[in-house]
């Protein structure tokens, strides 16, 4: 008796066998919004401490100025050079913190960007009850379950789904108003899913 051939196996779908679909295409601004809002802490953490060591450093930097300002030789001379390097260091550090920070933060992310020029390009979502699918030209890019999905949160005109993994899904308000009820309707339940969570931990 022959043997029974095996299973051909299951042709995998396409983003045309997908009922629910929506279309999301980011920009550079985007991916730099998610860094800034998602880098608040740090940056609001670099510039407590520079206006600390700033306050501390522009203090000792005046003593020294003072030290040196009656002190004869070549200990004046050390005194005064001391005192305009710690208060100058100090000046170049509250602008790194305040202003260069968030513009060398945008640089970095616009290089990740290069790299991978795709994340630029029109992404199609097919939403399905237990899992998201991504394609990219038509072919498949990633999968997310939809019970990896943790929550969902607001920047800006986004709303940013959160996976267990690490992974986001940035979905802009412009590509919403294109979604269907069905889609709106899962993105609602992926918004619920943050305060149910933060409810539980508070019982």
Known sequence: MKKEKANAPAQ???VNDFAHRLTIQLTEQHYVDYAMTH????IQKGRKRAILWAVLFTILGLV???KGTFTEGWLSDIYLIAGILMIVFQIFNLFYNFVMFPIALKRS??????KDPSLLEPMEYAFEPDKLVCFLNGRHRSSILTQDIVGAERIG?????????G??????????KQ???VILDQVDGFKNLKSSDTAG???
């Open 12 to 14: 995998k779908q396409s």
């Open 39 to 42: 880098s608040q802490d740090q």
């Open 64 to 66: 020294a100025i003072y």
């Open 109 to 114: 992310v616009l290089r990740e960007l290069k």
């Open 157 to 165: 005109n986004s709303i940013i789904l959160q996976v267990k993994d």
């Open 167 to 176: 992974r986001r899904v940035i979905i802009p308000d412009e590509a919403l």
């Open 179 to 181: 979604a269907d009820s």
């Open 201 to 203: 931990e508070g019982r």
